[in-house]
């Protein structure tokens, strides 16, 4: 019998830490968080997951699996023509509150002990609704779904399973999803998600929630990021648009925005949600082209833009670049894979704050940041972003308010000073 964790699993937090929560009254909180350190401790007893290292850009074991899907087609792109459902969900504040509360993670299924935690932690905040920026690895494929999405075990791994809110969940569509041309992703996992209160499951990878006085709009640059098959994974050659795909928007999603939510005629305070960056500080590459498309919508109004696909916690001012419109970026792409750690150049991107001072070990040695996730609360016109860490540490704390006209007043409402910004040349 197991008597403790094998040797090299990952590391885990002390779960006394992840009592600092918002939300329900103290004698809940301690009956919620009881139960949860007894569900850790027994993780670490019982479960299987793979390392956390496997996931390091050195480990290439997952491209021959890519190379069974490389020269098959894509998935169809499926839209709302067909169906009565529009794809615009009304939020409303849970019974006996004034907020509407959403938990979000990017870049979360890898199926490890991280992606674990970290599911585990935005289940007890409970929220209405969880929002997955995009990316199951390796490759998205039905076993991939399964395991890393599902809670199916495989491989002598322990499933783990994607948390939902109260009143449903969403997914978006990312790079890895498409290795695998996009049909897992479509036809399984957005078919276990949607809001119960609405059709049954998922039908689209794009989607607009709203409230009176916000609209949290989803788009899938993932569909049309992958580019030329075996090309679009060099380092360096994928930079090239034509190569590693310039991840542009469909012309359905398009047509969606224009007649059916409509910003353009009926604006609104507006949260973009994405797999891909608009911009980065960092050395990855930066995507401008949906935002050029989205000019059409947005041209002259603020919006903040929540992405994924790097694999860090970045907070910057609001910019525009290429063309495109002007978003105070939010780079959210550390919930289940190896954090990156890298110098960034604020030339590139005005990068505020970043985790630039903490990492710890993996079994090969390899240091790594802290993985997260962040609470999102609406309260009528204040929409608030509440970064938390693996522990469930608070990083910061703020707010954007709508003033009614296109812009947005942005207030720092916690930080305790763990988050730094980049060094001084």
């Not at 067909?82 to 019974?95: E, F, I, K």
């Not at 694999?311 to 978003?327: P, V």
Request: proline share 8%; net charge neutral; glycine share 10%.
């Amino acid at each position: 019998m197991t008597t403790g964790p094998a040797p090299g699993t990952p590391r885990l937090r002390d779960p006394k830490s992840l009592a600092k929560l918002n939300g329900p009254p103290a004698f809940s909180r301690s009956v919620l968080m009881n139960h949860f350190s007894r569900t850790v401790d027994r993780l670490a007893v019982t479960s299987n997951f793979p390392k956390l290292k496997a996931f390091l850009p050195q480990n290439l074991s997952w491209i021959l699996t890519y190379l069974k899907y490389a020269l098959t087609p894509r998935y169809p792109f499926p839209d709302y023509t067909a169906s009565a459902n529009t794809g615009v969900y009304q939020l409303a504040p849970s019974p006996g509150t004034q907020a509407i509360k959403i938990a979000i993670a990017g870049d979360w299924g890898t199926g490890t002990q991280e992606s674990q935690t970290i599911a585990s932690l935005m289940a007890i905040t409970n929220p209405g609704l969880t929002i997955h920026l995009g990316d199951v690895y390796y490759v998205g494929d039905a076993p991939d779904i399964a395991e890393n999405c599902l809670g199916t075990p495989a491989n002598d791994f322990a499933g783990v399973t994607w948390p939902h809110g109260t009143r449903g969940s969403f997914a978006l569509n990312g790079n890895h999803e498409m290795y695998a041309n996009g049909k897992p992703y479509f036809t399984t996992f957005l078919s276990s998600l949607g809001m119960p209160a609405g059709p049954p499951g998922q039908l689209a990878s794009f989607f607009c929630l709203e409230t009176d006085a916000w609209r949290i709009i989803a788009i899938d640059t993932g569909y049309n990021s992958v580019g030329i098959p075996i090309l679009s994974l060099i380092p360096g050659i994928n930079g090239i648009p034509a190569i590693g795909g310039d991840c542009h928007l469909e012309k359905s999603l398009l047509a969606w925005l224009r007649d059916t939510v409509q910003p353009k005629t009926r604006p609104k305070a507006t949260l973009l949600l994405s797999h891909h960056q608009y911009y980065t500080a960092f050395t990855d590459y930066a995507y401008t082209k949906p935002a050029k498309q989205l000019t059409e919508f947005f041209d002259g109004q603020e919006v903040v833009w929540i992405w994924g696909h790097e694999h860090r916690l970045g907070i910057y001012d609001k910019f525009s670049t290429g063309g495109g419109i002007t978003a105070y970026g939010r780079c959210l792409g550390h919930s289940g894979m190896p954090v990156d750690l890298g110098t960034p150049n604020p030339k590139k991107a005005p990068l505020q704050l970043y985790d630039r001072d903490r990492s710890h070990t993996l079994g090969d040695g390899t240091k790594v940041g802290e993985n997260g996730f962040v609470n999102l609360t609406i309260t009528d016109r204040v929409l608030t972003l509440d970064y938390r860490d693996i522990n469930n540490t608070q990083l910061l704390v703020e707010t954007f308010t709508t003033d009614g006209t296109g812009g947005l007043g942005r207030t720092v409402v916690s930080d305790p000073g763990i988050l730094k910004p980049p060094p001084t040349a």
